[in-house]
Every structure is written in C-alpha cells, then in structure tokens.
Nanobody
Framework: QVQLVESGGGLVQPGGSLRLSCAAS????????MGWYRQTPGKERELVSR???????YYLESVKGRFTVSRDNPKNTVYLQMNSLKPEDTAIYTC??????????????WGQGTQVTVSS
C-alpha cells in the first residue's frame, strides 16, 4: 500500500501565493509521474501540472508562468508553487502519482485533496 498526504492549501487574496506539498509513503520501488489535478463543482477534473522521474514537465496553459512543479526524490515528495493566484484557480487540488511497488508493477495513487480558495 502507498499513501499520499497533502498539505499547503488555504485561503489567499488574488495575487497571493501558496505552496502545496504531497509526500508518498509505503512500499515504493520508484515513482514515475508526480502531478497535480484540480476540480471545481460542475467541471471535470483537469491536470494542472506534472513532472516525471526524468524531469519532463507539463503545465496547464492557464497556469504557465505562474505555477512551478518540483520534486524531492529522497523525500518522495512533489510540490506545486502557485504564484499570482487568480479567483479562477479556486478548486480542490489533488496529488496523483504513478508508483512502481515492484520492478514490474505500477499503480496510480491519489491524495485526499486540499482546498485552495482565492478571494478578496
């Protein structure tokens, strides 16, 4: 079993910043993709950012230049630094990782989600 624990959400004013963290623990052989999704009521979950073990990056077009994803492999942790936040960034942000628990087996794992609210 692998567990993801998230932290860092909260309430900020437009233009403010937050840093989300997600740490994985359990039976981990390696972690390939580390990413962040977000979802608001009435909308499908969307991929915000992703970083692979090799360092390849993806950003949702609307967050480019404002968000930065990074990973700390010894800590099995992924971060999302969010700057210049906008009200439309308000959502539940959920960590997702593709974890290999053995050399031949992998599985998607999800965190519990953390609320980010951008409002005056």
């Amino acid at each position: 079993q692998v567990q993801l624990v998230e932290s860092g959400g909260g309430l900020v004013q437009p233009g403010g910043s937050l840093r989300l963290s997600c740490a994985a623990s359990g039976s981990i052989f390696s972690i390939n993709h580390m990413g962040w999704y977000r979802q608001t009521p009435g909308k499908e979950r969307e991929l915000v950012s992703r970083i692979t073990r090799g360092g390849s990056l993806y950003y949702l077009e609307s967050v480019k230049g404002r968000f930065t994803v990074s990973r700390d492999n010894p800590k099995n942790t992924v971060y999302l630094q969010m700057n210049s936040l906008k009200p439309e960034d308000t959502a539940i942000y959920t960590c997702q990782m593709v974890v290999m628990t053995s050399p031949l087996t992998s599985r998607d794992y999800w965190g519990q989600g953390t609320q980010v609210t951008v409002s005056s």
